[in-house]
């Protein structure tokens, strides 16, 4: 029998990442490939996976963590697929119906929930049975992962757009959400920033007047997730991230919200082992969408 | 072999609800004895579960929903203990020792987890795969089941503390939690309204400032509910959620916070059937904690 491979994709807004691993997880072959519309990019992804394992093994499962909105519950009819984008040529687009003609076990999750998978399996939150991952770029989204599985609700979370405490004398900026003006990410996320300050965080002569501001809205998502998830760490990445000082000023702002509630949150005041960066850096969601690809054969395996 | 009784345990802070009940759900003996100290009330429950059986049946397996603090993971050496409490001769005290003895299966989780997991059984939630019930009192606290279980991190969920939107203009009230004031318990749980307005809810002449300020608070947790477990229900119980127009002054706030963004908690722009009170009034602890025991019997069998 042909070694068994894993087939897994990272589908980001600007590019796809095509990865296909042995059992040890180690990269037998890579691609990238640009975000063009479904009927133009899926067609290179079926390419890479029908030919990419000859000489290697059999491609043995698909794990999918695709940006979203998407349909992430297994029973539903339309799982897999992209709901409502304005990125043309995706509302609609279902990763099941574009890969099913390969015959093998698929998973698909988001790419916030494989990000946090990946980094729960082997970056900064490996051994954590509850893990939070944050990401805060062009967006911010959490995905949660209990037992190495993401968790969920009717729908994937959408932590971006929680309300946060906005003080109008303090910060007047109006907020960017579309919906709600000044939510998390319409007060925080990469875009907001630059609104404001004219600049990144990471690129301003002063950042420290944003990054107090900043790192008080990301707080508060942090004391939501402490208090409503209970996850053994809070791993916080993306772009606006990388920012010096940003997450030690997020733990001094979360430790403050806290206020020694949560005891063990408590002794070390900046949390330094609590809220961390991403181990994984770029890898973090293509390791989740392979795992996503492992537990689609374990779930095959399973009911077999 | 004699029948199999279930036993129940809804271990309030002024009083203890004991039932025991037939495999079918009816109550064959029932009991409320006063919260005292853990060495003057426990003997007491042991000496229920005792005697209550003789003619009925044998006791099978007891579930415990306890106020708390509470050690909830089962791979916790001191599982079911009540960590801190300023509750006299509570704090590490352990339902597990103390029931031990009875040689039955045994689950403890908290009395807010233990409502929330009777509503989802059978009360509002039933068929929820998953529900929030927060319940709004002296305190406030969440219980989310997925799928028949409660969900906790390192702990239980600890709602009640989230920091909400205090605007101190129009409402200048410190906060009664002594750990944030102003967290959302310390704006809206029983007291801070009676604190701040010199009367209950449903006492007062005209409730209606009173509702529209505390129904904001509250909507800044549902709307937090929403996004960070996307719950099939909110379920709000609890003495506070009883004054009239408050529930649907909670559904207007979370719409209005929503603002759209989840599609299908728009079109009807009061959640009737979204936010909703309990179905089972008292009876959602007691019922949970039966379930607790149902799945304790399990959790043994499948282990053998």
Redesign the interface.
């Known amino acids: 029998m042909a070694k068994p491979l894993i087939g897994a994709i990272e589908a980001g807004g600007t590019k796809f990442v095509l990865a296909l691993m042995d059992e040890a997880g180690r990269i037998v072959a890579e691609q990238r490939i640009a975000t063009l519309t479904a009927a133009e990019t899926m067609p290179e992804v079926i390419r890479f996976f029908s030919e990419a394992p000859s000489g290697h093994g059999e491609l043995a499962a698909i794990g999918v963590a695709s940006f979203g909105p998407l349909d992430i519950d297994p029973a539903s009819p339309t799982y897999g697929t992209i709901t409502t984008t304005p990125k043309p040529g995706w509302s609609g687009a279902s990763f099941i119906d574009w890969l099913r003609p390969l015959g093998v076990p698929l998973k698909v999750d988001t790419d916030v929930n494989g990000a946090a998978l990946g980094e729960a399996l082997s970056g900064a939150g490996k051994g954590c049975?509850?893990l939070a991952y944050t990401t805060v770029g062009t967006g911010i989204g959490?995905g949660v992962v209990?037992d190495l599985r993401p968790?969920?609700?009717?729908?994937?979370?959408?932590?971006g757009?929680?309300?946060?405490?906005?003080d109008r004398a303090r910060d007047p900026f109006d907020g960017l959400c579309p919906?709600?003006g000044d939510c998390l990410e319409g007060l925080a996320a990469g875009p907001a920033i630059r609104a404001r300050f004219g600049d990144s965080l990471d690129a301003m002569a002063d950042p420290a007047p944003a990054v107090a501001l900043i790192s008080g809205y990301l707080a508060?998502l942090a004391?939501?997730?402490v208090?409503?998830?209970?996850?053994?760490r809070l791993v916080f990445g993306g772009g606006v991230m990388k920012a010096p000082g940003l997450i030690p000023a997020l733990r001094r702002e979360t430790a403050r919200?806290l206020?020694?509630?949560?005891a063990?949150l408590h002794d070390d005041p900046e949390l330094e082992h609590y809220i961390v960066s991403p181990g994984l850096g770029d890898e973090a969601g293509i390791t989740g969408a392979a795992e996503l690809a492992r537990q689609a054969i374990a779930q095959r395996d399973a009911a077999a």
Chains 1, 2 share one sequence.
């Open positions: 049975r509850t959490t209990r968790m969920a609700g009717f729908s994937h979370y959408e932590s757009h929680i309300p946060v405490a906005h919906y709600h508060d004391t939501n997730l208090l409503l998830h209970a996850p053994d919200r206020a020694g509630y949560v063990h």
